[in-house]
């Protein structure tokens, strides 16, 4: 496939480079993994398999050849050769067809996956682009190409398979794009050193994701928030969705391209399946917070792991 246009921030990203926090690399990865595994499950590959996450306005990338991919997450109006596709579906493609994106109808970042993924070198054990370090993975311009590892022979029987195998992701799977979202929370360790006027204020109000919110944090707006005293925090591992307290009163959270340790107030986690929502929410758009335990959120995960598997199931069926 070549890219006509590179769209922006458009990269090849997977489920993470785990491990490696110690070092002071961080993971990169899908913001959105949720959909990153959908799309790869849909088509029968490993979940954790490289797809190519796009932001709007997006690239508009050309076939040279026979491919089967699908597309998740946000909503951009796609189109093959200007007709109408639908996200989370099967499409098979031919050597000419031209991808290209429209008007965008919800979420934030798309996900293209294609049958048995891009032929990329892996840095690290992932695929994954890390974009502030400029390593791994591959940041997409004007012009470059990505080889399909699914090729020729293969594709035929591989085609056969998909056309008997179940089309689309169920609705209920897919992270929705609301435009008022209720984020879970896990209480981090500075949580009781807010002062209770302030602690009214995290669970009280709706906050606006701000214009400084990327992959690396989004800070989000809301009446400013103090702690009891002046202590201040030693420095210490942080994880996509840990929520932080800046110095200006106000809030961050921290998203897949986030450093390793950060000495500001923790306050909270935004729990492992609310993630993907988040990352879905766009600039202006409200949250609120709501805190959960940790049984519940445990749950809650588990809950929707079997949900996933039981797809990844009656995929296997096919493949």
């Not at 690239?59 to 997450?73: D, K, L, R």
């Not at 056309?163 to 992270?175: C, D, I, Q, S």
């Not at 969705?241 to 809030?251: A, C, K, R, S, Y």
């Not at 340790?261 to 879905?280: C, E, M, R, S, W």
Request: proline share 3%.
């Amino acid at each position: 496939m070549i890219f006509l246009k590179s769209g922006i921030l458009t990269s090849i990203q997977d489920i993470g480079r785990q491990g490696f926090q110690d070092k002071g690399i961080n993971p990169s990865g899908a913001m959105d993994t949720l959909s990153m595994r959908l799309v790869n499950i849909l088509l029968g590959n490993s979940e954790k398999e490289a797809v190519i996450e796009i932001h709007y306005p997006s690239p508009t990338i050309t076939f040279e050849e026979h491919a089967i991919i699908a597309i998740g997450g946000a909503d951009f109006s796609p189109t093959i050769n200007n007709q109408f596709i639908r996200n989370w579906r099967i499409i098979e493609v031919e050597p000419g067809d031209m991808l290209s994106f429209g008007k965008r109808n919800g979420g934030e970042r798309a996900y293209l996956a294609v049958k048995e993924g891009f032929k990329i070198d892996t840095v690290l054990n992932s695929m994954s682009t890390n974009l502030k370090a400029n390593f791994g993975g591959k940041k997409i311009s004007k012009g470059d190409s990505l080889e399909l590892n699914l090729r020729n022979g293969r594709l035929f029987s591989a085609s056969k398979k998909v056309n008997l195998a179940p089309r689309t992701v169920n609705a209920k799977l897919r992270p929705p794009f609301d435009n008022v979202q209720e984020i879970r929370i896990i209480a981090g360790k500075d949580l009781s050193c807010l002062a209770k006027e302030s602690r009214d204020i995290v669970f009280g109000q709706k906050f606006i994701i701000s214009t400084h919110a990327d992959r690396m944090g989004y800070r989000i707006e809301g009446d400013c928030i103090n702690l009891k005293g002046n202590e201040e925090s030693i420095s210490s591992a942080v994880t996509f969705g840990t929520i932080q307290l800046l110095p200006d009163g106000q809030l961050i959270i921290l998203m897949a391209d986030h450093q390793t340790t950060g000495g500001y107030p923790k306050l909270a986690n935004v729990i492992a399946v609310d993630i993907p929502i988040l990352a879905q929410l766009s600039v202006g758009q409200h949250i609120s917070f709501r805190e959960i335990t940790h049984e519940v959120a445990e749950s809650v995960f588990l809950k929707q792991e079997k949900a996933i598997n039981r797809f990844k199931s009656t995929i296997k069926l096919y493949s």
